[in-house]
Structures are given as C-alpha cells and as structure tokens.
C-alpha cells in the first residue's frame, strides 16, 4: 500500500459484539481488492485465529502484553507489517475489560481502535454507547479510526446509528445482520476447521452485509511501533537439539499456540504431528509426546477405541519419556472421560482420576506457573474438572493473574499434566524442561 501498513484494533463494549464475523469480513474485503492483510487476536485464544487465518491467508499470532509480553507482541507486529498492508487486531470482550485490556494495548502500539457495537437491538442509544467508549480513557492516550455497527437491520436503521454519534465520532459503515452467523458451542466459535465445506457460504454472507467506508479508514497515517522495552535474553538454541517431539493435532486436540510449537522448533526440536483421533500411534523416535488441548468430550466415544494410540501412550509413559497434557490432554490422560450426558469412556490410564465436563464454566483467566525454571505465564479455560482418586496430590499449583482459584500441575511419572495452558515464549527454559522430562 502506498505510504506504509496501516493498523486496526477492533474492539467492543462487550464479548458477543461480533468481532471476529466484522474482522474476517474486513480482512477479505481487504483482501479482494489485492492487499495483503495480517490478523492478530488479543489474549488467550486458539479459536478465533483460525477464522482470521482463514479469511486472510496468513499465519495469527495472539497478542497481549502479560501472556506474551510487549517486546515479543511488538516484535510479532512489526514482522507481520515488514510484509503486509494492513494490520488487523481483533479485540477480546470489552475494550476497557481486563489487565492488560485491549485499550492497555491499543495504546502501547499505538493502534487506532475501530470501534464496533451490536446494535440489533438499539436506535440513537447506539451514539451515546460509542461516546462512553470514547471517552472512558482513564488516562490512556487512544486513537480512533471510527465508529461500526454490527447486526444492522436495515438502510433506515443504519441511518438512525449514523445519525446518532456525536462529533467528533466518525461513521465507519455497518454489518447487517447475517441470515448465517457463526456457529457457537460452549467454548466459543465452532472451529473453522471444522466448517471448511461451509466457510465460502459464511464469507458470502458476510461480504454482501458489508458497508463500509474505506475511504476513512486508508485516511489514516501509517503505523510504525513505539520503542519498547528490550526482549529479555533468550535460550540457547540448542535445548531441544536432536529431540522429536511429537504433538497431537486434530479435531480432539486442536487447542495449541502456533508460537509454542515454533519455538519448540527454535529450540532444536523435530515436531511431528500425529491424529490420536485418527488411532495413529505415537510416531517411532519421539522423544517427548505433546497433547494439547480441545473438543476430546465431543469425540469420546471414538477416542475410546483408538487402541493403538492408547497402547503406544502407555509404553512411551512406561518407558518414562516425556509426556505434557494440557487441558483437554490430561482428560484423555485420565482413566475415564465423564461426557455431559453422564457418560464415560475409558482413556488413557495415565492419570488415576476421572476426568468430568460440567456444565458451567470452571476455570478462566491468566494465570502463570512458577517453576524451578522461571515463571511460565498462560491461562486456563475450561468446563472440566478432575475428580482425582485419593493420595494422588498435585505436584505445583498455578498462580491466578487477577481472579478465581489456582489450578493444578499433576506429575505422574513422566506425564505433567493440568488444565493451564502455558505460552511457551513466556519462559523457554520452563517450557524446554516440560519436554527434557524430570
């Protein structure tokens, strides 16, 4: 683009905003007129950047300035801008909501925050909304590329919206409200992988709903990074030389940071991935097995089957090689997964509890792991929990950033295993160790 990438950070009062439909839907208009587009997402999430990198063609790192840290977010950024015109950063909840909030992080880079709001529901009401937006600050130096209404009804209501902002707020343009939104399950978004067939329908709808004043939005100057503090030291590179790691990737373990297994690779590692769900077998020469989280309660039946990738766990455990189990990981660790219809399905046998989805939400938030390495920072999300058989205690607990409880570390053998997510950039050393072995 002629005079440098520009930058978006898409955000709203809210979750439920539509920010990741308006997102994808911006990015392939951006795309179809020949621009090349990078996506972001901020805060924890595996869910979401799969839409952005569907919609743009490109790899979605995450962004925030706890988890990842700002010296690695910008580096991420200005990599991504080095090859790109627009740069566009999709919001978590509500713009002021969290610590690091989204607003914390528009104004460390100095990314002009779009503002968008549902307005399905609301008339002029929708002027005094982006105002307060606008002018909560509290003490942040913002910028603003303009104002978007998402779930618009019709041109009189979009009309209506306009009408409503007051100067100095800017019409960006709408989204009308789609006959066919993305579909949702109890962790979010169902995956894109998992709507491929279905996806061209999706973005069809979505581009022929779109308003939008592109005009405003190139009016705006290029972006260029703030100086920012330096990157701590890193690892030698050769933690993980001559290691394979294999990694569980498919539709039961789909909840993996595309950065972790970069930087495993950085460390020397081979990755290799492997479907469980598939009953591969844990590849021959791996060295340490890497079960991610995902959706192993929406295919328990069929994971309880896989025979040969239950046997080949076992004999990699009984041979004491590594094994790190995140969230959904552990649960097929466990001897048995309690579905939500009340369920169960044998696992894996590894860990001596029973692993139960619930219903409600059970764990959420930022949280690290203090180890004897550093702190390994992450967080946890989940709707599980483990009903542990007696003697079996955790070996660590994780520390919550703001909010709820400490969640456990479980060491059984040469399986680690809890329902915390760690971002492996956070503490490399930390991270080489999970996959070292004790």
Not at 112 to 119: E, Q, S
Not at 361 to 389: C, M, N, P
Request: with cysteine.
């Amino acid at each position: 683009m002629a005079g440098g990438t520009r930058a978006l950070l898409i955000a709203g009062p809210a979750s439920g905003q539509g920010k990741t439909s308006f997102t994808c839907a911006l990015a392939r208009r951006l795309v179809a007129g020949g621009e090349r587009v990078r996506g972001f997402k901020i805060g924890p999430d595996f869910i979401d950047p799969g839409f952005l990198a569907a919609a743009t063609g490109a790899p979605v790192h995450n962004l925030d300035l706890w988890m990842v840290g700002a010296a690695e977010s910008a580096r991420l950024l200005d990599a991504a801008a080095a090859e790109a015109d627009w740069l566009l950063i999709e919001g978590a909840m509500g713009l002021y909501d969290g610590d690091p909030s989204p607003a914390d992080l528009a104004a460390a880079f100095a990314v002009p925050v779009l503002t968008l709001i549902d307005a399905g529901s609301m008339a002029e009401t929708f002027g005094a909304l982006a105002l307060g937006l606008h002018e909560y600050g509290r003490g942040r130096t913002l910028s603003w590329a303009g104002v978007v209404a998402n779930r618009v009804a019709s041109p009189n209501h979009a009309r209506m919206l306009r009408e409503s902002l007051p100067p100095p707020l800017q019409w960006a343009g709408h989204l009308q409200r789609c006959q066919q939104p993305l579909p949702e399950r109890h962790l979010g978004l169902v995956q894109a992988r998992e709507l491929a067939s279905g996806l061209p329908q999706i973005w069809a709808g979505l581009d022929a709903g779109l308003h939008l004043d592109l005009g405003l939005l190139r009016s705006l100057p290029a972006w260029r990074c703030p100086p920012q503090p330096p990157a701590a030291p890193r690892p030698p590179a050769g933690l993980l030389a001559g290691r394979q790691v294999a990694v569980a990737r498919d539709a039961a373990f789909s909840f993996c940071y595309e950065a972790n297994l970069h930087l495993l690779a950085t460390l020397g590692a081979r990755v290799q991935a492997f479907s469980p769900l598939a009953d591969e077998p844990v590849p021959e020469g791996t060295d340490a097995v890497y079960l991610p989280g995902g959706y192993p309660e929406l295919h328990a039946p069929a994971l309880s089957g896989c025979h040969r990738f239950f046997d080949s766990l076992r004999q990699h455990h009984a041979e004491r090689r590594p094994i790190v189990a995140e969230c959904g990981g552990m649960m097929v660790c466990a001897d048995t997964l309690r579905d939500g219809e009340g369920r169960e399905h044998r696992m894996a046998g590894l860990l001596p509890a029973t692993a139960v989805m619930g219903s409600r939400l059970a764990g959420i938030g930022l949280h690290s792991w203090r180890t004897d390495h550093g702190e390994l920072r992450g967080h946890v999300f989940h709707y599980g929990r483990l009903e542990v058989q007696p003697g079996v205690a955790p070996a660590a607990l994780t520390q919550p950033r703001r909010y709820g409880g400490p969640e456990a570390v479980y060491q059984v053998g040469s399986l680690t295993a809890s329902f915390f997510h760690g971002y492996y950039s956070s503490c490399p050393a930390a991270a080489a160790q999970l996959f070292l072995g004790p």
